[in-house]
Nanobody, 123 residues
Framework: QVQLVESGGGLVQPGGSLRVSCAAS????????MGWFRQAPGKEREFVAL????????YYADSVKGRFTVSRDNAKNTVYLQMNSLKPEDTAVYYC????????????????WGQGTQVTVSS
């Protein structure tokens, strides 16, 4: 059974940092590209970052570039999203996703999704 379980969300002040994690099981984690998406109330789900399989190259949305860092630990079947210099507009439910094959920033490319973790940036 495929599972993606996000954790680490919470309330943080503007300018603060938070790290969210996603633990995967039930599929060959190291052979999948892992992505992070987010969805704010009343808005569509948007791409945040991805880290490719094997060589672990990364790609970020312009809105988070330089502030967020995605990483993976294949031994632990876990992907991380380190978020620094957080802004109120980063408030959203953050989802991790896994995809095999040719993966881009499109949500349709991903086969498996987690349930999400809430991140709220507010003073």
């Amino acid at each position: 059974q495929v599972q993606l379980v996000e954790s680490g969300g919470g309330l943080v002040q503007p300018g603060g940092s938070l790290r969210v994690s996603c633990a995967a099981s039930g599929f060959p984690f190291s052979m999948h590209t892992m992505g992070w998406f987010r969805q704010a109330p009343g808005k569509e789900r948007e791409f945040v970052a991805l880290i490719r399989r094997i060589i672990a190259t990364t790609y970020y949305a312009d809105s988070v570039k330089g502030r967020f860092t995605v990483s993976r630990d294949n031994a632990k079947n876990t992907v991380y999203l380190q978020m620094n210099s957080l802004k109120p507009e980063d408030t959203a439910v953050y989802y991790c996703a896994a995809g095999a094959g040719s993966i881009s920033s499109r949500a349709l490319d991903y086969n498996y999704w987690g349930q999400g973790t809430q991140v709220t940036v507010s003073s």
